[in-house]
């Protein structure tokens, strides 16, 4: 393949934003993307078993996901940041390798009042290895309850960064999306423990 | 089950134009494209040249763009933006960046940071 020089291009950064139906992922992309957020989707061929394979078609099954995005670029670092909004409850885009591979992270955006629909995103992060912080989405008219208690009911692990946000709110956004690239750099360090790499540019 | 903001999600199942005629039924681009990567128009093939699918995948190309723009803008799959594009990159009509890399680089999760940090 021919090599591309780099300044041609800015380095791309595949964000997840995943999270319940109605716990505001697109509009977590909408507060951090410099476009409107636009929306795609995928036809995912999920193979089924025990179906003979005559024609190399059949056995398959085909179902659509869609997915809205948004970008923001960071000029000073030749970067652009892209960032996926999974579908609601359609638990799809789990089979979608494409939108996990090569992906830095995920946030899981959260809403108190139906927290169980957080599970399974929780769930397919932790099992799937790939860095990921759960954002607690605070809704005007939800009860707020304390951190312990949300990380109890998603028995969410020590290690996984707990945080409250505004999904409307950029610098609340961009303060999610720092806490994961935080993590996701603390994942490297062999046996860190490092909690404060939070503090402001010196 | 039944949330209590009803079901929004019931129209992926929606019948919809058969995806696969822009791309006259292919279905596996010959270069694998990410979700993320980039392309750029090079400027070597005349649109006129091209069919119409093609040349207005290419006409998104002008400054780089995301594979997944490609397609929304386009109003098609992934998929089919996918097809599209990997035409185009083969006949040398549009270039591509590196995909994210599986395990992507400490160096640049680091400048991800700084540059959050400096928004």
Redesign the interface.
């Known amino acids: 393949m021919a090599s591309v020089t780099s300044d041609l291009y800015p380095d791309p950064v595949k964000i997840i934003i995943a999270g319940g139906f109605g716990a505001g992922k697109t509009t977590m992309v909408g507060s951090i993307s410099e476009i409107p957020p636009l929306t795609t989707e995928e036809i995912i061929t999920t193979a089924s078993e025990d179906v003979d394979d005559l024609a190399g078609v059949e056995g398959k099954t085909t179902t659509t996901v869609a997915l809205d995005f948004g970008r923001r670029t960071i000029h000073e670092q030749n970067l652009v940041l892209y960032l996926f909004g999974t579908p609601g409850q359609d638990r799809f885009w789990f089979m979608w390798d494409d939108l996990r591979l090569g992906a830095l992270g995920a946030v899981v955006l959260a809403d108190t009042r139906r927290l169980e629909h957080s599970f399974a995103a929780v769930e397919f992060f932790e099992h799937r290895g790939l860095p990921f912080v759960v954002a607690i989405n605070q809704f005007d008219d939800a009860y707020r309850y304390p951190g312990s208690a949300v990380r109890a009911a998603l028995q969410l692990p020590d290690h996984v960064p707990l945080l409250l946000c505004d999904a409307r709110d950029r610098p609340s956004v961009t303060r999610v999306l720092i806490a994961l690239v935080e993590h996701a750099i603390q994942r490297r360090i062999p046996g860190a423990a490092h909690h404060d790499l939070t503090g402001s540019t010196t | ?1 039944t ?1 209590s ?1 009803g079901r ?2 019931e129209d ?2 929606a019948p ?1 134009a058969r ?1 696969y005629t822009a791309t006259k039924g292919r ?1 596996e681009p010959q270069i694998h494209l ?5 392309v ?1 128009n090079t400027g070597a093939c005349h649109p006129d040249t091209l069919q119409f699918e093609h040349a207005s995948a290419l006409s998104l190309c002008g400054s ?1 763009v ?1 594979v ?2 490609v ?3 386009m109003a098609q ?3 089919v933006a996918r097809v599209l594009l990997s035409d185009l990159i083969r006949i040398g009509a549009v ?8 395990s ?1 680089e ?1 160096q ?12």
């Open positions: 089950m949330g903001d929004d999600d992926f199942d919809r995806p279905t990410d979700l993320a990567a980039l750029l780089p995301s997944a723009e397609a929304a803008r799959p992934v998929v270039s591509s960046s590196q995909a994210p890399s599986d992507l400490t640049l999760l680091e400048r991800v940071l700084i540059g959050l940090r400096n928004l």
